[in-house]
Structure formats: C-alpha cells, structure tokens
C-alpha cells in the first residue's frame, strides 16, 4: 500500500519557539495533503487542506498564521507550529491522496510537546 | 450537514468471538465511507472502503464491512477476534461538499479483545 512518513515523530521545543513537521509520500505523487490535529483518546481533528502549489486550505477556527502550510512538490508538505505555547502541544497527523483516488494515506504522527 | 457517528466508546469481545463495530452516517448525495484502524501512538491504517457496488466489502486483516443504504449504516465485522485486532477504529464519510476529498470522522470506538 502507499506509504507515508512523517518527521520528526516527537519533538520537544520550548515555549515561544517554532517547529516544523515533514509529510512525505514515498510510493506516490499526493495532490491533496491533509494535516490533522488529535487529542488523547479522541477524534481527529482536519486543520488544513493543501493542494500542491496553492496555498492551504483552513478549517474554521484554525489559525493560519500560526499553522503555516507548504506544500511544494507533489512528495512533500510541511507544517510549521510558529511562536509554539503549551497548548499547542499534541500529536499531528499528516494524510495524502492521490489524483482520483478515494482514500487517504496517513503518516505516523509527530508527538509536539511545547515546554 | 454531513456526519458520522459511532455509538460505542468502546466494544469488548473475547479472542475467537466475531466482533462488530458500529458506524451510522448521513450525506446528501452518494456516500463514500472508509474504516480506519489507529494503534498507539501511530497514525491511522486504512483497512476498506465502499464506493459503489457489492454492499459487503472485504479489506485488510480479515475484516468487512456491509454497507446498508436503508439504516444508513456501515458496521465493520470481523468473523473471529484477534487479540493484535485490539485498536482505536474510525469510521469516516467523505464530504460530498468538498472536492478535495476531505473526510468526516467519526469519534472513534476502542475495540478491546480479551484472551
């Protein structure tokens, strides 16, 4: 099956800081990239959509100059958590589809924990 | 407006025993539903999928699930549990609203199996 990857998969900043997670598609060219935010024992939350070369997509409620989203290539979309605080702290999930396919690939998740 | 539920926060069954996940849904327009498995601290697996055709689809690891237009439902079976089947299962719809292939998901149900 296609596989995605995410890195890192745990990171520990401090408060004030930025960080940046990488989702990257290995096996397939990913049109639509989609990163998720979940709580513990909870659903997952979509944050933003992002289509290779455009900009991102937001859901309501999220901030898009604090969650900033590239998606460059067609393998590759970062996610950048800018002037981190703790309650950013969570875990992130990164998903890609292909053209003209129905389901989602997700990556592994990365463990944010701002101190 | 589209949604999915799952009504079980958790289901217990022994190894051996079928086990059933329920998911309810509600689009306007054709449904596209999945089943996601997610195990700690990793990302979601996707197990099936129902576009169109044959109501009972076959996916990974042994398990189905039958799509039923009239009770607007798509509960994922497994004939005999597996202790390694024990998980988090999402169930999710794609949103007909959008065209980039975003997905509903449901809460979620913790599938524990007991030896």
């Known amino acids: 099956g296609a596989v995605v990857s995410q890195h890192p998969s745990r990171v520990i900043c401090k408060s004030g800081t930025s960080v940046k997670i990488e989702c990257r598609s290995l096996?397939?060219?990913?049109?639509?990239m989609f990163w998720y935010r979940q709580f513990p024992k909870k659903s997952l939350m979509l944050m933003a959509t992002?289509?290779?070369?455009?900009?991102?997509?937001?859901e309501q409620g999220v901030e898009k100059d604090k969650f900033l989203i590239n998606h460059a290539s067609l393998t590759l979309s970062t996610l950048t958590v800018t002037s981190a605080h703790p309650e950013d702290s969570s875990f992130y999930i990164c998903?890609?589809?292909?053209?003209?396919?129905?389901?989602?690939?997700f990556g592994p998740g990365t463990r944010l924990t701002v101190t | 407006a589209q949604s999915v539920a799952q009504p079980e926060d958790q289901v217990n069954v022994a190894e051996g025993n079928p086990l059933t996940v329920k998911c309810t849904y509600s689009?306007?327009?054709?449904?596209?539903l999945f089943w996601y498995v997610q195990y700690p601290n990793r990302g979601l697996q996707f197990l099936l999928k129902?576009?169109?055709?044959?109501?009972l689809v076959k996916g990974s690891y042994g398990f189905e699930a039958e799509f039923n237009k009239s009770q607007t439902s798509f509960h994922l079976k497994k004939p005999s549990a597996l202790v390694s089947d024990s998980a988090l299962y999402f169930c999710?719809?794609?949103?007909?609203?959008?065209?980039?292939?975003?997905?509903?998901f449901g809460q979620g149900t913790t599938l524990q199996v007991k030896p």
């Open positions: 998903s890609a589809r292909q053209a003209h396919a129905y389901e989602q690939y």
């Open positions: 992002s289509n290779e070369g455009s900009k991102a997509t937001y």
């Open positions: 999710a719809v794609r949103d007909g609203s959008s065209n980039t292939g975003k997905l509903i």
């Open positions: 096996d397939f060219q990913a049109t639509t």
């Open positions: 129902y576009i169109t055709g044959d109501n």
């Open positions: 689009v306007s327009g054709n449904p596209y």
